[in-house]
């Protein structure tokens, strides 16, 4: 089964500046992709790092999701302005992969609280690995890297001092201006439908490449 993934990440406005998006917009995005379940999409997960709204779609490959998405980031915008939250102007990081689904179909989606993200020392080259701006989203186990190949990438102690820092989605909020926090999220396809996702760095073995990334030293 040919199956289209995309990932969408655009800040729309965060609670304090940049810190965390307001969980009505998360809210808000969510109904407005499940409303489209069935019909445009397959399946949708929206989460968010820092101050990014985060939406993950499934969709047959002829289907063209964009307006949709458009909407939600649209609406997200329009509740961040009634609040007055800070807005960015930055552009929409976008990964889309239509593959052929295998019995056994792992997904990674890494998101990044920065685009100052160096995913060239993290990404593990093959020709179903996509990274955008802050958003890397590859294929994993059976021919590709194991999920924990991918993720131990994250635990490397030179790419931490340049201040990428693994963490869980609660944990994911921009509070420090020389650490990048990066967030894992990893999740099964079948038939389109996504099971997790799986919070890939809640977890105490990356208690050390957090702290590297902390301990940053600057001039």
């Avoid at 993200?117 to 186990?141: C, H, K, S, Y």
Wanted: hydrophobic share 40%; proline share 6%.
């Amino acid at each position: 089964m040919r199956i289209t993934v995309s990932v969408f990440a655009k800040s729309v406005g965060g609670v304090c500046e940049t810190t965390r998006v307001f969980p009505d917009i998360l809210q808000t995005a969510a109904k407005m992709l499940k409303k489209a379940e069935g019909d445009i999409l397959i399946d949708s997960f929206v989460t968010h790092t820092a101050d990014r709204l985060v939406l993950i779609t499934t969709h047959a490959p002829d289907v063209q999701p964009d307006q949709l998405i458009d909407a939600a980031f649209s609406a997200a915008e329009e509740i961040a302005e009634k609040r007055h939250l800070f807005s960015g102007s930055d552009p929409v990081s976008v990964c889309r992969m239509t593959i052929e689904e295998r019995e056994n179909e792992p997904l990674l989606v890494f998101l990044a609280g920065s685009d100052m993200i160096p995913w060239g020392e993290v990404m593990i080259p093959n020709q179903n690995t996509l990274a955008d701006g802050v958003v890397f989203l590859t294929r994993a186990g059976g021919e590709f890297p194991s999920t924990a190949e991918f993720s131990e990438r994250f635990a490397r102690r030179g790419l931490n001092q340049l201040g990428v820092c693994p963490v869980s989605l609660c944990d994911s909020s921009n509070v420090r201006t020389t650490v990048i926090p990066v967030v894992g999220l990893g999740f099964s396809l079948f038939q389109g439908k996504l099971t997790g996702p799986v919070d890939l760095f809640d977890t105490p073995l990356f208690d050390a490449p957090r702290f590297w990334a902390s301990d940053r030293r600057t001039e």
